[in-house]
């Protein structure tokens, strides 16, 4: 039987906040495994692969203090006589598959933030990005649809209390008028990213038939999909 994502798609649902009780001296923060089962990230890689093979399950932290900017946390797992850091991008997003060892050792995350400082931690229901600027449409958008059958299957009876994703949301570095370009047997759709550096483009069922091609003019940085 087939371990159910249940928890971690509730979790996902809503911010979790956690109470660093360190000081700017590394101190130890919290177990590995218990970051990764607070999050169901074991769960999560459980899954049949085929059934996620466009899919990304990332985690965000957004320091409360403004003055601790996300990509200047510094998490470190002491494992075994080892250390190893992980990483933690300017943006806070961490893309952390469970290590088994680690949590198996008992492993135990230490971290430089200030004793007191509160951390919001995000699940981000994420998308693989792509490799290439030109593709079909229908890879570019098949990560809504799997999410939606992986939860709907993971679900069970309170699938009810999930989001039905519909769209993508495509995030770029930095704002520049990045284009998206839809070339179907109408013609030309582009969409433009808005001053946040975002472009959001809706699943549209017919053009996942037909299948058109697109262009975009830079691959964004990371891409989550959506309910709007």
């Known amino acids: 039987m087939k371990k159910s994502l249940l928890p971690f798609v509730l979790l996902a649902c809503v911010n979790a906040m956690v109470v660093a ?3 700017a001296e590394e ?11 607070s999050f169901y ?3 999560f890689y459980a899954a049949d692969p085929h059934l ?13 203090d403004k003055t601790i900017k996300p990509g ?9 006589g080892s250390r190893d850091r992980m990483p933690i991008d300017a943006e806070g997003v961490m893309d952390v598959e469970p290590n088994g060892a680690w949590l198996k050792d008992e492993a135990m995350i ?31 958008m098949t990560s809504v649809p799997q999410w939606n059958a992986l939860l709907k299957e993971k679900a069970g009876m309170l699938r009810f209390m999930l989001p039905t994703f519909n769209a993508i949301d495509l995030h770029f570095a930095k704002p520049a008028g990045q284009t998206l370009r839809v070339m179907d047997r ?20 017919a053009l996942m038939q037909v299948n058109p091609h697109v262009i975009l003019s830079e691959r964004p940085g990371m891409m989550e999909v959506d309910e709007i």
């Not at 899919?55 to 932290?61: A, E, H």
């Not at 230490?110 to 994420?126: M, R």
């Not at 759709?189 to 809706?202: H, M, P, Q």
Request: proline residues 6%; charged residues 30%; glycine residues 4%.
């Open 21 to 23: 009780t360190v000081s």
């Open 27 to 37: 101190r130890e923060w919290i177990p590995y495994k218990k970051f990764v089962e």
């Open 41 to 43: 990230l074991d769960k």
């Open 52 to 64: 996620r093979d466009h899919l990304r399950l990332l985690v965000k932290l957004e320091p409360q």
């Open 72 to 80: 200047d946390i510094v998490l470190t797992v002491v494992h075994a």
């Open 110 to 140: 230490y971290t430089n933030l200030p004793k007191g400082s509160k951390v919001h931690i995000d699940a981000l229901f994420a998308s693989r990005t792509p490799d290439t600027l030109e593709l079909p449409y229908a890879e570019l």
């Open 186 to 205: 109408n013609g030309t759709k582009i969409y433009t990213a808005d001053a946040k550096g975002e472009i959001k483009l809706k699943l549209d069922n």
